[in-house]
């Protein structure tokens, strides 16, 4: 379980620069955390996938959005996911690229996509 902190404004950030947003980890491993406005939309993403020692942890948030950009005063909370293991992507496949070659042919290759490339002969 993590146990990541609520807190509401208004902030007046000339005085309060940094807001701490304490989180708490059942074990070693990686946290994921951000900070969501009352509607529930994503602000700041503070941690992607950091790894961590088990218990209680500090972040700082310095008041503005992913793109810098000073949010309002008002009310905010923070949301994290904790993994134990790293997380991973596997590649599958990838979607809208031409087949080689872009039509389908007797041994079964090609095919599905080639409207979506570039001219290919």
């Given at each position: 379980?993590?146990?990541?902190?609520?807190?509401?404004?208004?902030f007046v950030f000339a005085q309060t620069p940094e807001i701490p947003v304490a989180y708490s980890v059942p074990a070693e491993g990686f946290v994921s955390l951000?900070?969501?406005?009352?509607?529930?939309?994503?602000?700041?993403?503070?941690?992607?996938?950091?790894?961590?020692?088990?218990?209680?942890?500090?972040?700082?948030?310095?008041?503005?959005?992913?793109?810098?950009?000073?949010?309002?005063?008002?009310?905010?909370?923070?949301?994290?996911?904790?993994?134990?293991?790293?997380?991973?992507?596997?590649?599958?496949?990838?979607?809208?690229?031409?087949?080689?070659?872009?039509?389908?042919?007797?041994?079964?290759?090609?095919?599905?996509?080639?409207?979506?490339?570039?001219?290919?002969?």
């Amino acid at each position: 379980m993590i146990v990541a902190a609520a807190w509401s404004g208004p902030f007046v950030f000339a005085q309060t620069p940094e807001i701490p947003v304490a989180y708490s980890v059942p074990a070693e491993g990686f946290v994921s955390l951000g900070v969501y406005n009352a509607d529930g939309q994503l602000v700041r993403s503070l941690l992607s996938a950091k790894p961590v020692k088990e218990g209680n942890g500090v972040v700082t948030w310095d008041g503005t959005s992913d793109l810098g950009v000073p949010q309002a005063a008002g009310s905010y909370s923070s949301k994290a996911i904790f993994f134990r293991e790293k997380p991973k992507a596997d590649y599958v496949m990838t979607v809208g690229k031409s087949g080689k070659p872009p039509y389908r042919i007797p041994d079964g290759t090609g095919d599905w996509g080639g409207n979506l490339g570039g001219p290919a002969a």
